[in-house]
């Protein structure tokens, strides 16, 4: 990806992942599950915490000051229309 686009939405959904929209209007599906064993995305593994997701400064952020930049919630999503 060329340029850096902001997440403006996300929703939390089963099995750990992410439904995103970019700033460009895009949807992307993200899937976390391969991230919770790893630190600090260990402690999402609880589905509370996980479910406390939000936008701050264009990205995901989780309560515990967890995050994960943007480029790589972009660049390891797949787009909505491609999932069938």
Do not use: C
């Amino acid at each position: 990806m060329d340029t850096l686009l902001d997440v403006v939405a996300v929703r939390v959904l089963p099995r750990f992942r992410l439904m995103l929209e970019f700033e460009n209007g895009e949807q992307r599906l993200f899937d976390m599950s391969p991230y919770l064993d790893k630190k600090p995305f260990n402690r999402l593994k609880d589905g509370t915490a996980f479910n406390g997701a939000h936008i701050d400064y264009g990205t995901v952020v989780w309560p515990g000051h967890i995050d994960m930049a943007p480029e790589t919630l972009y660049d390891r999503s797949v787009p909505v229309d491609s999932i069938g």
